[in-house]
């Protein structure tokens, strides 16, 4: 009876610490948190929410193109030259678990659509390190393309928190915005952005 018992409390000894070991990666690997979210969005949480409510134009809509972006190359993309095109824009860092978690689903989405022109992706580095964050796309072997925003980013896109993913029409109104992670290749989200790019309307999440 001794000898079973001690068994037991070895064996749980051995799986508390295994606990305590995945406990403490948690906390402080972003990757290992990161997967445990990726985890979660495989079994249908943190679907994107798209409402039915449209966004009217308003002045801070107006002024979204005044920002502009600059690629790894150098290259700037200047705000007015998203005029006309559907923009899906994320706020991450190398360092957020909930950024990394999403990143498969937005890479996966944006293979999708690359090739379409009526669509740019901007992945911006909210910490203005595109060296780092070049590495670690290239690392990851994700292809979506890494800005830093020069101007100042309107409140209605981005607030602090991370990640952050919104997505403006034509006319360059927020149509969609999520604070969090999201898992971003299910149906009815590809189906709310070929409706921006072919009908020029959408919805919007606040």
Known sequence: MNQQKKKWYALNNILTGILALFIILMIVNPVVKGRVIQGLMKVGLFQPKISNEKLNASPENEHNYQVNFVDNHGKVI????????????????????????????????YNEYKDNPGIIFLMVDADNDLQKS?????????????????????????????????????NGNVAYRQTGAAEYTNKKFKDFILNLINNNQGSNQK
Do not use: H, R
């Open 134 to 170: 070049t590495a670690f796309m290239k690392d990851k072997k994700f292809q979506m393309p890494v800005v830093t925003a020069k101007g100042n980013i309107p409140q209605a896109w981005y607030s602090g928190t991370l990640p952050t993913t919104i997505v403006l029409d034509k």
């Open 78 to 109: 200047e705000g007015n030259s998203l005029s006309g095109k559907v923009v899906f824009i994320n706020f991450w860092a190398t360092w957020c678990p909930p950024c990394i978690a999403e990143m498969p689903s937005i890479n996966e989405l």
